[in-house]
């Protein structure tokens, strides 16, 4: 039997599929986590205008390196 024919070299491949895919959402959530936070703590200070902070910058680079995580996966 090769490895191609091998059941358990396609269950692995799929199994590291998977775990990108878990990485990438996890990734995005927090993402936009982080970013609806800043909003909530600008939001607490009574600021006229709510205006992009760091928080929402570092939310915005986290739900792109997920959706690039989702990208390497495929």
Not at 24 to 44: C, E, N, S
């Amino acid at each position: 039997m090769s490895d191609g024919e091998d059941p358990r070299v396609y269950f692995a491949a799929e199994r590291t599929l998977l775990a990108w895919i878990r990485t990438g959402l996890a990734i995005v959530g927090m993402g936009f986590v982080l970013a609806r936070f800043g909003v909530f703590l600008q939001l607490l200070h009574r600021q006229e205008a709510v205006r992009p902070g760091a928080g929402s910058w570092l939310g915005l680079g986290m739900v792109a390196l997920g959706a690039w995580t989702f990208a390497i996966a495929g």
